[in-house]
Each structure stands twice: as structure tokens, then as C-alpha cells.
């Protein structure tokens, strides 16, 4: 089954601790993309990457990290997250050329 | 920097009813658009994607259409079924492809039986 895998899909941490979300797909998708979802600001691009070893910053990068060392996996680092990272990151996937975009089910971060 | 509207934000129909629901956008120079359906607190799940040079997408009982030079598309909604309740949101990626897609806030409707 084509997919998007996110974990974890809850976490609640606390400031200043280094954390990491993954994100794997099984499509052979080329782009991959991380967003997060706030109340009344809608979804923001994080960051996203092209291919392995490419990535660009979206429109909202502070306080993130990426890397793409393999093509199936996108992970986001948040190396010492703070409250307003609080909030619901999608992960998404898609051929390169942006087609049908793929969603992961999302990760709910909260930090105290 | 490219802008993408929705509005309303909320919408509440009977159930049967035929609805449109909207999407505009400040930059003509688009790559292409889908329109998603998001259930609470679960992912996005694209329903159509229209290229620049498409007009509209079919897909059941729902039709997407776009108009490039006027920043605007729709989303029709055929006979509308409590099942249809979500939230329904846009997002255009620029011409040159493989780049950032920018979304609209997305319109929660609610079909009431």
C-alpha cells in the first residue's frame, strides 16, 4: 500500500530537547516536504527536498532541521525546540515535478 | 509572494444540496492546483489536481475547475451527503515546478441530514 509514514504521531517534550520526526515513504517519490498545520494560520512549508542530498527551505525553516541521505526518508530535527514549535507537521510526498501530492497522518508535537 | 484565499472559512448545507466552494490566488504563474479534503485530526488526502494548461478535473460527483487569468478556482460538489463533511483546502505550486506549494486556510463544511 502506498503510504507515508510519520513517528512519532504524538510526542509532548520539553524545551530545549533535542527531537526528531521521521517521515518514510515506499513510492520512489523524488520530492518530499514537511508543513505544519497551526489554528488560523493554515499549513506552512517547512522545509523540502528535490532529491537525496537536495534540500530548500520553505517559508517558515527556524529552529528545523532536514536531512535527506536516502530517498525514501525526510526526517525533521528540532534540535532545541521551544513552545511556539508547538503545533500538528505533516510530512507530504510526490513524483518529482509535483504531481498528487501524498500526506503522512501527522505528528502532534507539543512542547512545554 | 503568492497569496491563496478561501473563503468562507465555514460553510453549513443541507444534505443534497449542490455547492461551490472557492479558491483564489494573487500569481497567475502556476504550475498546477489540487484541491484536498482534510478529517479532523488526520491527514490530507488530494482529491483533484488541475495542470496550468487543464481547464477542469472530473472525479465523481466532484468537478474542479480553473481559471488562470482571473486567480480563481472551484471546487463543485455535487449532491452533497453528510459524508462530505471536511475541510477543503487549495494549494497552487509556481510555474517551474518542484518547488514550494502554498496552501489556502481551507473552508470546513458541514452537510447537515
Known amino acids: 500500500e502506498a503510504q507515508v509514514t510519520q513517528n512519532p504521531r504524538y510526542l509532548i517534550t520539553v524545551t530545549g530537547k533535542k527531537l526528531t520526526v521521521t517521515c518514510s515513504q515506499n513510492m520512489n517519490h523524488e520530492y518530499m516536504s514537511w508543513y505544519r498545520q497551526d489554528p488560523g494560520l493554515g499549513l506552512r512549508q517547512i522545509y523540502y527536498?528535490?532529491?537525496?542530498?537536495?534540500?530548500d527551505k520553505g517559508d517558515v525553516p527556524e529552529g528545523y532541521k532536514v536531512s535527506r541521505k536516502e530517498k525514501r526518508n525526510f526526517p525533521l530535527i528540532l534540535e532545541s525546540p521551544s513552545p511556539n514549535q508547538t503545533s500538528l507537521y505533516f510530512c507530504?510526498?510526490?513524483?518529482?515535478?509535483?504531481?498528487?501530492?501524498?500526506f503522512g497522518e501527522g505528528s502532534r508535537l507539543t512542547v512545554l | 509572494k503568492q497569496e491563496v484565499t478561501q473563503i468562507p472559512a465555514a460553510l453549513s448545507v443541507p444534505e443534497g444540496e449542490n455547492l461551490v466552494l472557492n479558491c483564489s490566488f494573487t500569481?497567475?504563474?502556476?504550475?498546477?492546483l489540487q484541491w484536498f479534503r482534510q478529517d479532523p485530526g488526520k491527514g490530507l488526502t488530494s482529491l483533484l489536481l488541475i495542470q496550468s494548461s487543464q481547464r477542469e478535473q472530473t472525479s465523481g460527483r466532484l468537478n474542479a475547475s480553473l481559471d488562470k487569468s482571473s486567480g480563481r478556482s472551484t471546487l463543485y460538489i455535487a449532491a452533497s451527503q453528510p459524508g462530505d463533511s471536511a475541510t477543503y483546502l487549495c494549494?497552487?505550486?509556481?510555474?517551474?515546478?518542484?518547488?514550494?506549494?502554498?496552501f489556502g486556510k481551507g473552508i470546513t463544511l458541514s452537510v447537515r441530514p
Open positions: 507530504a510526498s510526490t513524483i518529482l515535478g509535483i504531481g498528487e501530492l501524498f
Open positions: 500569481d497567475s504563474a502556476i504550475y498546477n
Open positions: 494549494a497552487v505550486s509556481r510555474t517551474g515546478a518542484n518547488s514550494k506549494l502554498t
Open positions: 527536498s528535490m532529491n537525496v542530498e537536495v534540500t
